[in-house]
T-cell receptor
């Protein structure tokens, strides 16, 4: 079945450590997105990519980095500069373009600080 | 992305009751999307609305695109325990993203 796979499901980070969250899709979608979700809040956009080798900052990009070397993959690195990284991270994809297309979401990665 | 206004923030209802929630914006939108997020999982699309005044059903769910194009409503009839989760609305243009703050639904058996 086509879909989006996020891994790991749970991740723990030590102080000063960078961690990378994986996101892979086999839907042949051009656009991919990373969101952060905190309790009682809506989704906040971290980064998005509409095409391979290109990506744009979202509303809360500070302390995060991404790459888009392949269409299927959009990994997110939470750097040590992100002082409050504990959250639920969601990856999504859509066909892309400027039309309003629903997004397909992964099942998330929950990141916690040790 | 900006935040849409979504209400209520949370609901506690008895099994069998009907539920209604809504999203409003200060801008005119061309599309409204409604998602449900089960605990610990990613959101799943429930209903997509593409025309002002449109009323669309998906089983016990009904959503409407407001005539003013600034609001949308989601109704759930005869709620069951598996309806529990967070419901939220979304609009995007491909490079602008707007999400509601979510409505957390608890169904008491």
């Amino acid at each position: 079945d086509g879909g989006i796979t996020q891994s790991p499901k749970y991740l723990f980070r030590k102080e000063g450590q960078n961690v990378t969250l994986s996101c892979e899709q086999n839907l042949n979608h051009d656009a991919m997105y990373w969101y952060r979700q905190d309790p009682g809040q809506g989704l906040r956009l971290i980064y998005y990519s509409q095409i391979v080798n290109d990506f744009q900052k979202g509303d809360i990009a500070e302390g995060y980095s991404v790459s888009r070397e392949k269409k299927e993959s959009f990994p997110l690195t939470v750097t040590s500069a992100q002082k409050n990284p504990t959250a639920f991270y969601l990856c999504a994809s859509s066909p892309g373009g400027t039309s309003n297309q629903p997004q397909h979401f992964g099942d998330g990665t929950r990141l916690s600080i040790l | 992305g900006q935040q849409l206004n979504q209400s209520p923030q949370s609901m506690f209802i008895q099994e069998g009751e009907d539920v209604s929630m809504n999203c409003t914006s200060s801008s005119i939108f061309n599309t409204w999307l409604w998602y449900k997020q089960d605990p610990g999982e990613g959101p799943v699309l429930l209903i997509a609305l593409y025309k002002a005044g449109e009323l669309t059903s998906n089983g016990r769910l009904t959503a409407q695109f407001g005539i003013t194009r600034k609001d949308s409503f989601l109704n759930i009839s005869a709620s069951i325990p598996s309806d529990v989760g967070i419901y939220f609305c979304e609009y995007n243009t491909g490079n602008q993203f707007y999400f509601g703050t979510g409505t957390s639904l608890t169904v008491i058996p």
